[in-house]
Protein backbone atom coordinates (compact mmCIF):
# COMPACT_ATOMS: atom_id res chain seq x y z
CA UNK A 1 0.00 0.00 0.00
CA UNK A 2 2.71 2.62 -1.25
CA UNK A 3 1.03 5.99 -1.36
CA UNK A 4 0.51 7.15 -4.75
CA UNK A 5 3.26 9.46 -6.58
CA UNK A 6 2.11 13.18 -7.17
CA UNK A 7 4.79 16.17 -7.79
CA UNK A 8 4.94 18.26 -5.01
CA UNK A 9 4.50 21.23 -6.44
CA UNK A 10 2.64 22.91 -9.59
CA UNK A 11 1.97 26.72 -10.08
CA UNK A 12 0.49 28.68 -12.95
CA UNK A 13 -0.40 32.04 -13.65
CA UNK A 14 -4.37 33.44 -13.73
CA UNK A 15 -6.25 31.64 -16.22
CA UNK A 16 -3.80 29.41 -17.09
CA UNK A 17 -4.33 25.19 -17.15
CA UNK A 18 -2.32 23.04 -14.94
CA UNK A 19 -2.29 19.38 -14.29
CA UNK A 20 -1.33 17.50 -11.84
CA UNK A 21 -0.47 13.54 -12.03
CA UNK A 22 -0.56 10.94 -9.86
CA UNK A 23 0.72 7.32 -10.33
CA UNK A 24 -0.21 4.30 -9.10
CA UNK A 25 0.01 0.49 -10.43
CA UNK A 26 -2.22 -2.13 -11.97
CA UNK A 27 -3.57 -2.86 -8.22
CA UNK A 28 -4.87 0.85 -7.69
CA UNK A 29 -4.96 3.48 -10.36
CA UNK A 30 -4.83 0.78 -13.15
CA UNK A 31 -6.94 -1.79 -12.15
CA UNK A 32 -9.98 0.64 -11.24
CA UNK A 33 -12.16 3.44 -12.86
CA UNK A 34 -11.89 4.45 -8.90
CA UNK A 35 -9.73 7.79 -8.86
CA UNK A 36 -11.04 10.42 -7.07
CA UNK A 37 -9.25 14.26 -6.21
CA UNK A 38 -9.55 16.06 -3.02
CA UNK A 39 -9.19 19.59 -2.74
CA UNK A 40 -7.40 20.85 1.34
CA UNK A 41 -7.29 24.84 1.96
CA UNK A 42 -5.31 24.74 5.12
CA UNK A 43 -6.81 24.47 7.97
CA UNK A 44 -10.04 23.07 6.30
CA UNK A 45 -11.55 20.03 5.73
CA UNK A 46 -11.19 17.88 2.46
CA UNK A 47 -13.71 18.88 -0.24
CA UNK A 48 -13.86 15.83 -3.32
CA UNK A 49 -13.47 17.79 -6.44
CA UNK A 50 -13.34 15.03 -8.97
CA UNK A 51 -14.60 11.00 -8.56
CA UNK A 52 -14.93 7.99 -10.51
CA UNK A 53 -11.64 9.49 -12.13
CA UNK A 54 -14.06 12.14 -14.51
CA UNK A 55 -17.02 12.75 -12.98
CA UNK A 56 -17.69 16.43 -11.01
CA UNK A 57 -19.91 16.49 -7.76
CA UNK A 58 -22.78 19.02 -7.79
CA UNK A 59 -21.72 22.11 -7.48
CA UNK A 60 -17.75 21.78 -8.40
CA UNK A 61 -16.86 24.05 -11.38
CA UNK A 62 -16.14 22.71 -15.09
CA UNK A 63 -12.70 24.05 -14.36
CA UNK A 64 -11.88 20.93 -12.84
CA UNK A 65 -11.38 18.11 -14.86
CA UNK A 66 -9.98 14.22 -14.47
CA UNK A 67 -8.97 11.77 -16.88
CA UNK A 68 -6.93 8.86 -16.26
CA UNK A 69 -4.51 6.20 -18.77
CA UNK A 70 -2.93 3.25 -17.64
CA UNK A 71 -1.25 3.53 -14.26
CA UNK A 72 -1.62 7.45 -14.24
CA UNK A 73 -4.63 9.87 -13.62
CA UNK A 74 -4.74 13.67 -14.14
CA UNK A 75 -6.78 16.72 -12.53
CA UNK A 76 -6.55 19.68 -14.95
CA UNK A 77 -7.40 23.02 -13.47
CA UNK A 78 -8.52 25.28 -15.75
CA UNK A 79 -8.73 28.92 -15.89
CA UNK A 80 -6.50 29.18 -12.98
CA UNK A 81 -8.31 31.29 -10.09
CA UNK A 82 -6.70 32.56 -6.81
CA UNK A 83 -8.83 30.48 -4.77
CA UNK A 84 -7.88 27.60 -6.37
CA UNK A 85 -4.57 27.50 -4.36
CA UNK A 86 -4.38 24.59 -1.81
CA UNK A 87 -3.04 21.41 -1.71
CA UNK A 88 -4.51 18.69 -3.69
CA UNK A 89 -4.29 14.50 -3.37
CA UNK A 90 -5.79 12.21 -5.21
CA UNK A 91 -7.08 8.65 -4.24
CA UNK A 92 -7.25 5.28 -5.76
CA UNK A 93 -9.66 2.51 -4.97
CA UNK A 94 -7.38 -0.22 -4.37
CA UNK A 95 -9.54 -3.82 -3.82
CA UNK A 96 -10.91 -5.46 -0.93
CA UNK A 97 -12.14 -1.79 0.63
CA UNK A 98 -8.71 -0.52 0.70
CA UNK A 99 -7.89 2.56 -0.10
CA UNK A 100 -4.25 4.20 -1.13
CA UNK A 101 -3.51 8.73 -1.48
CA UNK A 102 -1.16 10.32 -3.66
CA UNK A 103 1.14 12.23 -1.77
CA UNK A 104 -0.11 15.43 -2.38
CA UNK A 105 0.44 18.84 -4.69
CA UNK A 106 0.77 22.12 -3.78
CA UNK A 107 -1.05 24.77 -6.41
CA UNK A 108 0.18 27.78 -6.16
CA UNK A 109 -1.53 30.76 -8.22
CA UNK A 110 1.35 33.28 -9.19
CA UNK B 1 -27.00 20.39 6.97
CA UNK B 2 -24.62 17.09 6.72
CA UNK B 3 -22.11 17.26 9.61
CA UNK B 4 -19.24 14.83 11.06
CA UNK B 5 -17.47 16.14 14.02
CA UNK B 6 -14.67 14.41 15.41
CA UNK B 7 -13.39 14.72 19.15
CA UNK B 8 -11.33 12.93 21.18
CA UNK B 9 -8.07 13.31 20.30
CA UNK B 10 -4.90 14.85 22.79
CA UNK B 11 -1.82 13.84 23.74
CA UNK B 12 -0.60 10.45 25.10
CA UNK B 13 2.44 8.69 25.10
CA UNK B 14 3.84 5.84 23.24
CA UNK B 15 2.33 2.49 24.35
CA UNK B 16 -0.78 4.12 25.36
CA UNK B 17 -4.57 4.20 24.00
CA UNK B 18 -6.73 6.35 22.77
CA UNK B 19 -10.78 6.69 21.87
CA UNK B 20 -11.55 8.90 18.81
CA UNK B 21 -15.27 9.89 18.12
CA UNK B 22 -17.21 10.86 15.25
CA UNK B 23 -20.95 12.25 15.50
CA UNK B 24 -22.92 12.20 12.31
CA UNK B 25 -25.71 14.25 11.93
CA UNK B 26 -28.41 15.47 9.07
CA UNK B 27 -27.89 11.91 6.94
CA UNK B 28 -28.98 8.45 7.48
CA UNK B 29 -25.45 7.28 9.06
CA UNK B 30 -26.56 3.37 8.99
CA UNK B 31 -26.65 4.14 5.09
CA UNK B 32 -23.09 4.82 4.25
CA UNK B 33 -19.59 3.51 5.15
CA UNK B 34 -17.53 5.16 7.54
CA UNK B 35 -13.64 5.54 7.16
CA UNK B 36 -10.81 7.03 9.10
CA UNK B 37 -8.12 8.87 7.46
CA UNK B 38 -5.39 10.47 9.12
CA UNK B 39 -2.75 12.94 8.18
CA UNK B 40 0.83 13.24 9.84
CA UNK B 41 2.39 16.69 10.27
CA UNK B 42 4.18 17.38 6.75
CA UNK B 43 2.44 14.34 5.41
CA UNK B 44 -0.36 13.60 2.70
CA UNK B 45 -3.34 12.31 3.43
CA UNK B 46 -3.17 8.04 4.51
CA UNK B 47 -6.46 5.70 4.48
CA UNK B 48 -6.60 4.10 7.85
CA UNK B 49 -10.01 2.00 8.16
CA UNK B 50 -13.18 1.41 6.51
CA UNK B 51 -16.65 0.16 8.41
CA UNK B 52 -19.38 -0.57 6.46
CA UNK B 53 -22.64 0.58 6.93
CA UNK B 54 -24.11 -2.08 8.93
CA UNK B 55 -20.96 -2.66 10.60
CA UNK B 56 -20.43 -6.26 8.94
CA UNK B 57 -16.74 -5.50 7.39
CA UNK B 58 -14.08 -3.43 8.38
CA UNK B 59 -10.88 -3.18 6.81
CA UNK B 60 -7.54 -1.51 8.01
CA UNK B 61 -3.82 -0.25 6.52
CA UNK B 62 -0.89 -2.83 6.92
CA UNK B 63 0.34 0.06 9.74
CA UNK B 64 -2.32 -0.25 12.21
CA UNK B 65 -3.67 -4.05 11.81
CA UNK B 66 -3.90 -5.20 15.23
CA UNK B 67 -3.59 -2.27 17.11
CA UNK B 68 -6.66 0.19 16.03
CA UNK B 69 -10.38 -1.36 15.91
CA UNK B 70 -13.08 0.79 13.79
CA UNK B 71 -16.75 0.40 15.10
CA UNK B 72 -20.08 2.31 15.28
CA UNK B 73 -23.28 2.83 16.88
CA UNK B 74 -25.87 3.28 14.37
CA UNK B 75 -28.26 4.22 17.19
CA UNK B 76 -26.08 6.80 18.24
CA UNK B 77 -24.87 7.81 14.83
CA UNK B 78 -21.49 7.78 15.89
CA UNK B 79 -18.48 6.15 14.61
CA UNK B 80 -15.14 5.00 16.51
CA UNK B 81 -11.39 4.45 16.27
CA UNK B 82 -9.92 2.55 19.12
CA UNK B 83 -6.21 3.20 19.13
CA UNK B 84 -3.85 0.83 21.23
CA UNK B 85 -0.41 0.84 21.38
CA UNK B 86 -0.19 3.96 19.83
CA UNK B 87 3.59 5.16 18.50
CA UNK B 88 4.91 8.15 17.49
CA UNK B 89 4.12 7.23 13.80
CA UNK B 90 0.83 7.73 14.61
CA UNK B 91 0.73 11.06 14.98
CA UNK B 92 -1.70 12.86 12.68
CA UNK B 93 -4.86 14.78 12.16
CA UNK B 94 -7.43 12.44 12.41
CA UNK B 95 -10.91 12.80 10.00
CA UNK B 96 -13.81 10.93 9.17
CA UNK B 97 -14.91 10.60 5.85
CA UNK B 98 -18.43 9.52 4.44
CA UNK B 99 -18.25 7.32 1.53
CA UNK B 100 -22.44 6.58 0.08
CA UNK B 101 -22.43 2.55 -0.34
CA UNK B 102 -19.58 1.47 -2.80
CA UNK B 103 -19.52 4.67 -4.62
CA UNK B 104 -15.15 4.57 -4.13
CA UNK B 105 -14.84 8.13 -2.90
CA UNK B 106 -15.29 10.31 -0.08
CA UNK B 107 -18.29 13.00 -0.25
CA UNK B 108 -18.26 14.42 3.16
CA UNK B 109 -15.27 15.07 5.79
CA UNK B 110 -15.13 16.55 9.22
CA UNK B 111 -13.07 18.85 10.72
CA UNK B 112 -10.25 16.54 11.98
CA UNK B 113 -8.98 15.99 15.83
CA UNK B 114 -5.13 16.06 16.42
CA UNK B 115 -3.46 13.22 18.08
CA UNK B 116 -0.44 13.75 19.52
CA UNK B 117 2.13 10.58 20.31
CA UNK B 118 4.95 11.89 22.82
CA UNK B 119 6.96 11.15 25.71
Known amino acids: QSALTQPASVSGSPGQSITISCTGTSSDVGGYNYVSWYQRHPGKAPKVMIY???KRPSGISNRFSGSKSGNTASLTISGLQAEDEADYYCCSYAGSSNYVFGSGTKVTVL | QVHLVESGGGVVQPGRSLRLSCAASGFTFSSYSMHWVRQAPGKGLEWVAIMWYDGSHMYYVDSVKGRFTISRDNSKNTLYLQMNSLRAEDMAVYYC????????????WGQGTMVTVSS
Open chain 2, 97 to 108: AREELERRFFDI
Open chain 1, 52 to 54: DVS
